[in-house]
């Protein structure tokens, strides 16, 4: 079955730091998500992706924050100077359809966590 | 931008038991989701409402949606332990762009 892989499992980097999640969605989707989860608290929306261009961007989204695709079928997001408080597991999530349609489900990663130190 | 609300926050069940999760929202939806996650993993897309059906089933899972209460349930039926996990609901987060997930109702299935 299809998933979407996310590359690290887990990445600890010392505060200023940049880092860099990948993710390869699945190949025939069209929308791509970054999602973050700090331990213990909710699943939050970092930034949508459409058409090589952002389609939504959460607050929490800033100008530290970027996301790419390089290529047919990665996406990744940077984190320019990276912060204590940026330590979360970072989830990428795909979708065929939009979520606007009947059918648009998100399809998740098993997450990167990610350690600032 | 919208997200749903989940109730009970925990619920313990014993093997075998139903359990039952609510989810209200705020705005008017053409359909709502439900996601399980168990700890420390990727979210799970469970089911797809829309919003002219009242009613869906997929194996042990029912889901019911009254759109003029704002407010849907999943009922999994004869719980097994790995079903342990949290479960959202997520209405459309105020854009065709994103899902707004809330806290979740975390359940415990206990062998």
């Known amino acids: 079955e299809p998933e979407v892989t996310q590359t690290p499992s887990h990445q600890v980097t010392q505060m200023g730091q940049e880092v860099i999640l990948r993710c390869v969605p699945i190949?025939?989707?069209?929308?791509f998500y970054w999602y973050r989860q700090i331990l213990g608290q909710k699943v939050e929306f970092l930034v949508s992706f459409y058409n090589n261009e952002i389609s939504e961007k959460s607050e929490i989204f800033d100008d530290q924050f970027s996301v790419e695709r390089p290529d047919g079928s990665n996406f990744t997001l940077k984190i320019r100077s990276t912060k204590l408080e940026d330590s979360a597991m970072y989830f990428c999530?795909?979708?065929?359809?939009?979520?606007?349609?009947?059918?648009?489900?998100?399809?998740f990663g098993e997450g990167s966590r990610l350690t600032v130190l | 931008s919208q997200q749903g609300e989940e109730d009970p926050q925990a619920l313990s069940i014993q093997e075998g038991e139903n359990a039952t999760m609510n989810c209200s929202y705020k705005?008017?939806?053409?359909?709502l989701q439900w996601y399980r996650q168990n700890s420390g993993r990727g979210l799970v897309h469970l089911i797809l409402i829309r919003s002219n059906e009242r009613e869906k089933h997929s194996g042990r899972l029912r889901v019911t949606l009254d759109t003029s209460k704002k407010s849907s349930s999943l009922l999994i039926t004869a719980s097994r332990a790995a079903d342990t996990a949290s479960y959202f609901c997520a209405p459309p987060g105020g854009s065709n762009y994103k899902l707004t997930f809330g806290k979740g109702t975390l359940l415990t299935v206990n062998p």
């Open positions: 705005t008017s939806i053409n359909n």
């Open positions: 999530a795909s979708s065929s359809e939009s979520l606007a349609s009947n059918t648009g489900e998100l399809f």
């Open positions: 190949s025939n989707h069209l929308y």
